[in-house]
């Protein structure tokens, strides 16, 4: 069956940085566009960053531009979120989606827990 695992996450001081990953398998991940997602509690679950198939555009909320970029590696299946200066509003738990145009078919994660904290 399909499988979109994220990692990564953890808790980091305001200021701070991660890397967040997501391993995707058993689909054909390089016609599959990718996004993050990231839902804060008692809030609605929001995209945060896209990237389309072959990697070539990128696309960001304007709360993490500047801050967050977004890559793939199509030979390892495998879409990254690299956040720099963090800060407690991007406190969420940070979703994974993979999602084929002509289908609209997506595919979810189970979500990894990012806390920015002192």
């Known amino acids: 069956q399909v499988q979109v695992v994220e990692s990564g996450g953890g808790l980091v001081q305001p200021g701070g940085s991660l890397r967040l990953s997501c391993a995707a398998s058993?689909?054909?991940?390089?016609?599959?566009?990718m996004r993050w997602f990231r839902q804060a509690p008692g809030k609605e679950r929001e995209l945060v960053a896209g990237?389309?198939?072959?990697?070539?555009?990128?696309n960001y909320a304007d709360s993490v531009k500047g801050r967050f970029t977004i890559s793939r590696d199509n030979a390892k299946n495998t879409v990254y979120l690299q956040m720099n200066s963090l800060k407690p509003e991007d406190t969420a738990v940070y979703y994974c989606n993979a999602v084929r145009s002509t289908t609209g078919v997506n595919y979810w994660g189970q979500g990894t827990q990012v806390t920015v904290s002192s």
């Open positions: 990237i389309t198939s072959a990697g070539g555009i990128a």
């Open positions: 058993r689909f054909t991940f390089s016609s599959h566009a």
